[in-house]
């Protein structure tokens, strides 16, 4: 079964710097997507980020921006520029192949931005 | 329309009732989910929908039961809960293969 690891259960950041949230994971299929989801306080969850384990260049989505390592099966997450708006739950998840409908989460980590 | 929607938001309800979460979505997905979720947690993955059939329970007691009547539509029917039940319940939506689109959530209280 694929598990997947965030080790920082919360994390701080001044705005307007930069963050990284780790996320390990465990598979040993071949084929499969990685996700980074986004949790506000009391709002709604939100993708924040995709990566399928094909594509070798990392993915970026603004002032998000993944570190991929497929053999070390690591996908941490940059945030550049925090924002106050930055400031919620992050769950890293994974899902196997192309039509694979069961995402496992991470354990989240609380991100915490300063003004 | 890149919503999917949620009704109640809040629910209080006793252990002997009978209530109904409901769950819409117009994007034309063909899978739709229920997860549970506790404060700080994870969300734990209750059924999947796929082509309005149910295709994934994950060992959920019978006092859980999903139900989905068309592709737009997600009920979730609660019977005789347990206070330890109350949590976020949370639907979501996806193409096949793609991103999964998560709801607000019925927050659920049990008495």
């Known amino acids: 079964a694929q598990t997947v690891t965030q080790s920082q259960p919360e994390m701080s950041v001044q705005e307007a710097e930069t963050v990284t949230l780790s996320c390990t994971y465990d598979t040993s299929e071949s084929d499969y997507y990685l996700f980074w989801y986004k949790q506000p306080p009391s709002r709604q969850m939100i993708l924040v980020i995709r990566q399928e384990a094909y594509k070798q260049q990392n993915a970026t989505e603004n002032r998000f921006s993944v570190n991929f390592q497929k053999a070390a099966k690591s996908f941490s997450l940059k945030i550049s520029d925090s924002q106050l708006g930055d400031a919620a739950m992050y769950f890293c998840a994974y899902r196997s192949g192309e039509y694979g409908n069961k995402l496992v989460f991470g354990a989240g980590t609380i991100l915490r931005v300063k003004s | 329309d890149t919503e999917v929607t949620q009704t109640p938001k809040h629910l209080v309800m006793g252990m002997t009732n009978k209530k109904s979460l409901k769950c819409e979505q117009h994007m034309g997905h063909r899978a739709m989910y229920w997860y549970k979720q506790k404060a700080k947690k994870p969300p734990e993955l209750m059924f999947v929908y796929s082509y309005e059939k149910l295709s994934i329970n994950e060992s959920v007691p019978s006092r859980f039961s999903p139900e989905c009547p068309n592709s737009s539509l997600l009920n979730l029917h609660l019977h005789a809960l347990q206070p330890e039940d109350s949590a976020l319940y949370l639907c979501?939506?996806?193409?096949?293969?793609?991103?999964?689109?998560f709801g607000p959530g019925t927050r659920l209280t049990v008495l």
């Open positions: 979501a939506s996806s193409q096949r293969g793609d991103e999964q689109f």
